[in-house]
């Protein structure tokens, strides 16, 4: 009997990994979206250590449009789907807020929604980054997942141009003009990137005549960008001074160059005076400059003249500021005094909330104190030129309007006034003019307003009274307070060209 055969039963090699097989086809699909989100990290992490600040020029600004655009376009084509724009936002965000976290300035550190200036620094540290990245990154989406036709997508695509368009407007600065508003023959009226500590400051010159003396102003602050309002409010002077003044290392246009903050330093700010100063000598051909500070601004100028008095004819204060810890406490205690007086609880509460300084809660606790001031002034005029001037330029307290800026440098602006504020400020905590700076070296004429604050006033007072100087001229004005200079711009005029003017030609 022939047995039977049982049947060799072989097993389907396929069969045996089903498990890692079926996981794998599951994951398959996943794949190229896990990539579009390591890639969206990746170039987040990227951006953050490159531009930690998010982006602070017209190129990086565009830059940011264009990485939006890429990451939704390839997110859109690989998801098929719009929505995916959400996932790549987030991840990409989320990396550049990592990449960045050591950077401790108050519009990209911590968010602070407890006070108008916490949501300000909200906008503008990360909301306008956000604007410029998600509106190209939906258009992006919408060509990539196939939805090109839909009204959605043109009206992205008319946004993303637009936008870009704002964003790419140039800065200028308008033309010198004659009282019959024709521009002036041979005039000067630039903007010149000029560098200073090796990274790039925007200086602005205006002059009718470029041979006339140099006058570089410095403006307040810290963090304050005058170069618009400086341009209108120094109008009267343009005819008879080549007038200089920049944005200093962290104010609006120069804002980049905040960073590192710990070479941002008052010696770095004083440095940057002195170089620029040579910078302009060597321009216009000049032996020396004069030299005007306005508040902040006064105390590089006094330090500046005190270091190197052979580039500097003469030294005007304006809004002269001594010694700002005890000009804060006095002010402080005044605003106390007049919540007694008058019973506002409003100004109780502040300086209950805020204490007395120095103030921890820097910059937030000065800017609240700062809206307080209007309690102290007393009424008083400004002169009828520099108010027609505010009025016909159209600007407001901070220039922002000003054809000097790019769209990217109008946000700047407010952003160096609350980030370099708060790197500048606590560096100047303890120094005492009246101290430290007994003598200077050069005429000084300091523009006394008689409305000034008590507080900032009679430090300057004091200071002048005690200084040595080889002349010194205290000018006091009734219809000025802080900002003397522009105030009274119009005798301010005169007094350069009777005063001052003539000690270009003694030196």
């Known amino acids: 009997m022939v047995g039977s055969i049982n049947p060799v039963r072989v097993e389907d090699d396929s069969t045996r990994h089903t498990p890692h097989r079926r996981l794998r086809t599951r994951l398959r699909p996943w794949l190229p979206l896990a990539g579009v989100l390591a890639l969206a990290a990746g170039s987040g992490l990227v951006t953050g250590q490159i531009a930690p600040l998010g982006p602070v020029t017209t190129v990086g600004a565009l830059a940011v449009m264009a990485t939006g655009a890429l990451l939704g376009l390839v997110g859109g084509r690989v998801a098929r789907s719009a929505w995916v724009v ?300 520099y108010l027609e001037r505010g009025r016909a330029s159209g600007l407001d307290q901070f220039g922002v309007r000003g054809v000097e800026y790019t769209w990217v440098d109008k946000v700047d602006v407010l952003r160096g006034l609350m980030d370099t504020f708060a790197v500048m400020y606590p560096q100047i905590q303890g120094l005492d003019l009246r101290r430290d700076v007994p003598r200077l070296e050069v005429p000084v004429f300091v523009l006394d307003g008689a409305a000034e604050l008590d507080g900032r006033r009679e430090l300057a007072l004091q200071w002048y009274a005690a200084l040595e100087a080889p002349t010194k001229q205290l000018v006091t004005f009734d219809g000025a307070a802080h900002a003397v200079a522009f105030e009274q711009a119009d005798a301010v005029e005169r007094l350069l060209v009777e005063e001052v003017l003539p000690l270009v030609g003694d030196r």
């Open 86 to 385: 959400i996932a790549v936002a987030v991840v990409h965000v989320g990396a550049i807020e990592i990449a960045r976290s050591d950077v401790l300035l108050p519009t990209v550190h911590d968010v602070r929604i407890d006070s108008m200036w916490g949501w300000l620094a909200l906008v503008l540290g990360r909301g306008v980054h956000a604007a410029l990245l998600v509106l190209p990154m939906i258009l992006g989406a919408r060509v990539g997942a196939g939805v090109r036709g839909r009204a959605g997508t043109a009206v992205a695509g008319v946004l993303t141009l637009g936008l870009a368009v704002v964003v790419a407007l140039p800065a200028s600065t308008p033309p010198v003009r004659d009282a019959d508003g024709d521009v002036v023959p041979g005039s000067v009226a630039t903007l010149d990137t000029v560098p200073l500590g090796g990274d790039p400051h925007t200086v602005m010159v205006r002059a009718a005549d470029p041979d006339a003396p140099v006058l570089l102003y410095l403006s307040g602050g810290p963090g304050q960008s005058d170069l618009a309002l400086s341009r209108v409010l120094s109008e009267p002077w343009v005819d008879d001074v080549v007038f200089a003044t920049y944005d200093q290392r962290g104010n609006g246009t120069s804002y980049a160059a905040l960073l590192p903050t710990e070479e941002a330093t008052l010696d770095r700010a004083v440095t940057d005076v002195i170089e620029l100063t040579d910078y302009l000598r060597t321009r216009f051909g000049e032996d020396r400059v004069i030299l005007m500070g306005e508040s902040w601004g006064t105390i590089l100028g006094v330090l500046a003249v005190q270091q190197r008095p052979d580039l500097f004819h003469a030294y005007l204060g304006s809004g002269q500021m001594v010694d700002v810890t005890e000009t804060d406490r006095r002010i402080y205690r005044d605003l106390v005094d007049y919540a007694d007086r008058t019973g506002d609880g409003s100004v109780a509460a502040l300086t209950e909330r805020i204490g007395p300084p120095p103030y921890a809660d820097i910059p937030w606790a000065n800017a609240d104190v700062m809206l307080a001031y209007e309690y102290l002034y007393g009424p008083y005029t400004p002169s009828a030129g």
